[in-house]
């Protein structure tokens, strides 16, 4: 079991530009997470996603930011312009089944928008 | 909304002693469970307690729930270096996940 792996581990980009994170969840689970970290706000959920379909996206800040899951094995979260205050550790993380089953992270990505 | 809370917020003791942190959390939940974030990595999943239960054990870890006073609190038994890390309690309820802000413990060698 590879566990969640997620892709760059580190991106640094210029303000304006477009950033993809990308996630693979483990295999055979149904549930996979996009989170934000910050030393001011902690663990943001941003969305959620369940057998592909997003489930709640209510932690999604604006519109620059989108997530996708075309198939069970693949997410990509979208932030397009990016904006200094974008720059944070983004996690993905999938369950088995929501979130009332343990959560695996992947070990995240490192944004830094300059 | 319901929210886990850690407390204390840092914790700094010796290798082999015992670290002791609490959670508490505002509305009824399913379960709760506890993470273990080392620096520069993921959270890793330590141990669900279900609200039926009242104690848990998992190796050098023990958890306790009373829901009565809605808390919860983590044990670390005969510390090591490497528990060196931040330690989330994460609320499950009402369908949501809340995570607190995190306690950070540090065992010096």
């Known amino acids: 079991d590879a566990g969640v792996i997620q892709s760059p581990r580190h991106e640094v980009t210029e303000m304006g530009q477009e950033v993809t994170l990308r996630c693979k969840p483990i295999?055979?689970?149904?549930?996979l997470f996009w989170y934000r970290q910050t030393m001011m706000r902690g663990l943001e959920l941003l969305i959620y996603?369940?057998?592909?379909?997003?489930?709640?996206d209510s932690g999604m800040p604006e519109d620059r930011f989108s997530a996708k899951m075309p198939n069970a094995s693949f997410s990509t979260l979208k932030i397009q312009p990016s904006e200094p205050r974008d720059s944070a550790v983004y996690f993905c993380?999938?369950?088995?089944?929501?979130?009332?089953?343990?959560?695996?992270f992947g070990n995240g990505t490192r944004l830094t928008v300059t | 909304s319901q929210q886990g809370e850690e407390d204390p917020q840092a914790l700094s003791i010796q290798e082999g002693e015992n670290a002791t942190m609490n959670c508490s959390y505002k509305?009824?939940?399913?379960?709760l469970q506890w993470y273990r974030q080392n620096s520069g990595r993921g959270l890793v999943h330590l141990i669900l307690?279900?609200?039926?239960?009242r104690e848990k054990h998992s190796g050098r870890l023990r958890v306790t729930l009373d829901t009565s006073k809605k808390s919860s609190s983590l044990l670390i038994t005969a510390s090591r270096a490497a528990d060196t890390a931040s330690y989330f309690c994460?609320?499950?309820?009402?369908?949501?996940?809340?995570f607190g802000k995190g306690n950070q413990v540090v065992v010096i060698p």
């Open positions: 996603f369940n057998n592909n379909v997003p489930i709640d």
């Open positions: 295999s055979g689970h149904n549930s």
């Open positions: 307690i279900r609200s039926n239960e």
């Open positions: 509305t009824s939940i399913n379960n």
């Open positions: 994460a609320a499950y309820g009402n369908n949501r996940l809340a």
């Open positions: 993380a999938s369950s088995l089944w929501g979130e009332e089953s343990p959560l695996h």
